[in-house]
């Protein structure tokens, strides 16, 4: 089994392909198998595919400490340092996207280009555990609340009438090695702390900025189509696509229209 020993941590990682280095961060919470249903087969054909769990999801260790985007910033870039993996393309989805910014902005010579994937700089108001998300948890459960919580926000009901089996695989993936509920809200506080709100005029990577045109779920102040406007008015070196009826995980309902908006951009 791949894994990273570091000072507090064991990170498992997977590397897939050949070619330049193309590394993909998860949202909230997950760990690196949901990439490999739709993403790793694309992209390893002509990149080298690097994917990890996050400190406290999937098969990495779980250390009972307050965690920060930085920290698990620190751990990618000890990570990408032990596979020698230098200017990469860098493709961040929700948290992950927070992860890839400090990335870009605190080791720029790691990102050649940089994909923010319905993502976002900061949360304003909600710097602890949301309110709303704390009560439906309590309510439902932690597993019903993840499950349900990732159709609700991930797909439209379009698309779960017509393809339910392809939700099921994705949670079957999403939720196989589901982390421990205080490893959950760790990884939320850590989210909903985040700010690179004040330093995105420093991001200088060409910037791609993916959103679905419905990713409007608030449990915060603020959605992610919200975000990424913010975004896109930020960083200098950036374009926002907006992918029509699509919420949060385009990743996996339109992967094929995904992978074009990226291949266009890093060919560029």
């Not at 064991?10 to 330049?20: A, F, L």
């Not at 609340?145 to 079957?172: C, M, N, W």
Request: hydrophobic share 35%; charged share 25%; aromatic share 8%.
């Amino acid at each position: 089994m791949p894994v990273l020993q570091l000072k507090d941590v064991e990170i498992y990682y997977q590397v897939y392909g050949d070619g330049p280095p193309m590394v993909f961060l998860s949202e909230t919470a997950c760990d690196g198998e949901v990439w490999k249903i739709y993403q790793v087969p694309e992209f390893s054909k002509d990149h080298r595919v690097i994917i990890h769990d996050y400190r406290g999801t999937g098969r990495s260790s779980n250390p009972s400490i307050d965690y920060t985007t930085k920290m698990f910033c620190q751990d990618l870039v000890a990570l990408m340092d032990h596979l020698k993996a230098e200017e990469a393309v860098v493709v961040g989805h929700s948290m992950g996207g927070r992860v890839a910014q400090l990335l870009a902005l605190d080791h720029p010579k790691k990102v050649k280009q940089l994909v923010l994937a319905s993502t976002g700089a900061h949360y304003p108001q909600t710097k602890g555990l949301p309110l709303k998300i704390c009560k439906e948890m309590i309510e439902w459960g932690y597993e019903k609340y993840e499950r349900d919580h990732s159709i609700l926000v991930g797909f439209t009901e379009e698309f779960a009438k017509q393809y339910p089996e392809r939700i099921e695989h994705y949670l079957k993936v999403r939720m196989q090695n589901l982390c421990p509920v205080e490893f959950y809200l760790r990884h939320l506080l850590a989210r909903q702390s985040h700010d690179t709100s004040h330093r995105l005029k420093e991001i200088r990577q060409p910037t791609l900025i993916l959103v679905g045109e419905d990713d409007r779920n608030m449990t915060s102040e603020i959605n992610h189509r919200m975000s990424s406007d913010i975004l896109a008015q930020g960083i200098p070196n950036s374009k926002l696509k907006v992918l029509p009826n699509e919420r949060h995980s385009y990743f996996f309902a339109n992967p094929d229209a995904a992978h074009r908006l990226i291949r266009d951009f890093i060919k560029e």
